[in-house]
């Protein structure tokens, strides 16, 4: 039987869950379990986190460098595999506070909530039981509560450890709703001048094209980064066309294409790939995309009808 977020809750977590809470999962995920902030409650978190910190190179057999910073989030998600994932399952009764599994989880998710305390401002919203604690995050794309807790139930998926399915790791999770939101996109230095013009791929759109393409016209970029999709992944695309955007002065490369399903477009920075988007469309009238100042404009039409999408400069 495969191994899914909800199978891991059900298994190894909600026999724990107070009665209350677990008859009514969705009240006790809205409700502010510390409305006084008694800062002896924040505390426990911390220490939970710290927990973790201080334990993990017995759980992992290796020192991961945790140290509340971004970049150790990335290592402790390349660390998670099935095999370790079945070995703390197999450790304690499922369903007991003895369980590995649940320790390692409740624990991890600490961690991973002090480090957008700790590198970006995010605050604890307290829930009941702790484990299921969001934290809250502002930036410029808005204000979100971040559900770190269940970030590690969907990352321990079968689906998450093999990459099946585009489920997402818990670095993808962390880049998406943390590090990009806070990122400061005119801070980063200019890939090449934006007068440049580099043209369209009018066909034959493929991986190895796209790497010669871009070593000829923009040799500045070194290559596209170790998160852009991979040669089969982009060959699945089914990519008609494929164009390119200077933004920001030239800060990023925006790449854009009609494939499969509608625009695709990825953003790129000095260091490679950033992230990515899908506008789903009609592939005829053909979309188009222009920037204008901090806008992103895409007009794509859709079931008979012209729609405009915008966003800003840097990405969604």
């Not at 969001?134 to 979100?144: D, N, P, W």
């Not at 005119?186 to 934006?194: D, K, Q, S, Y």
């Not at 920037?291 to 008979?304: E, F, K, L, Y």
């Amino acid at each position: 039987m495969p191994e899914t977020a909800a199978t891991l809750f059900q298994r190894y977590f909600l026999p724990l869950y107070p009665a209350d809470a677990a008859a009514d999962l969705a009240r006790a995920r809205s409700t502010d379990a510390n409305p006084a902030r008694n800062p002896a409650v924040f505390a426990h978190l911390d220490d939970a986190a710290e927990i973790f910190r201080r334990k993990h190179g017995e759980l992992f057999g290796a020192d991961l460098g945790l140290d509340y910073g971004d970049a150790s989030v990335h290592r402790l998600s390349a660390a998670l595999t099935r095999e370790r994932r079945d070995r703390w399952a197999a450790s304690g009764a499922a369903g007991t506070p003895e369980n590995e599994l649940f320790n390692v989880v409740v624990h991890g998710a600490a961690y991973v909530g002090a480090c957008v305390v700790h590198s970006h401002g995010g605050t604890w919203a307290v829930r009941r039981p702790l484990w299921e604690s969001l934290v809250r995050l502002s930036s410029r794309a808005g204000e979100g509560d971040l559900a770190v807790f269940h970030w590690w139930l969907k990352a321990l998926s079968d689906d998450a450890l093999s990459g099946r399915g585009g489920a997402g790791t818990l670095a993808d999770r962390y880049r998406a709703w943390v590090e990009l939101p806070t990122a400061r996109p005119e801070a980063l230095p200019p890939i090449a001048p934006p007068d440049r013009r580099l043209p369209r791929i009018a066909k034959g759109v493929r991986y190895d094209v796209l790497h010669k393409h871009l070593k000829a016209h923009l040799p500045e970029l070194r290559d596209l980064g170790e998160h852009f999709p991979t040669p089969e992944r982009f060959a699945a695309y089914g990519f008609e066309w494929l164009d390119f955007l200077w933004l920001g002065g030239g800060r990023m490369l925006l790449l854009f294409g009609l494939g499969a399903g509608g625009l695709h477009l990825f953003w790129l920075t000095h260091a490679g790939f950033e992230k990515s988007a899908l506008v789903a469309c009609d592939p005829f009238p053909a979309p188009t995309v222009r920037a204008t100042g901090d806008t992103i404009t895409c007009i794509i039409h859709s079931s008979g009808a012209t729609r405009t999408v915008e966003m800003l400069w840097w990405g969604p």
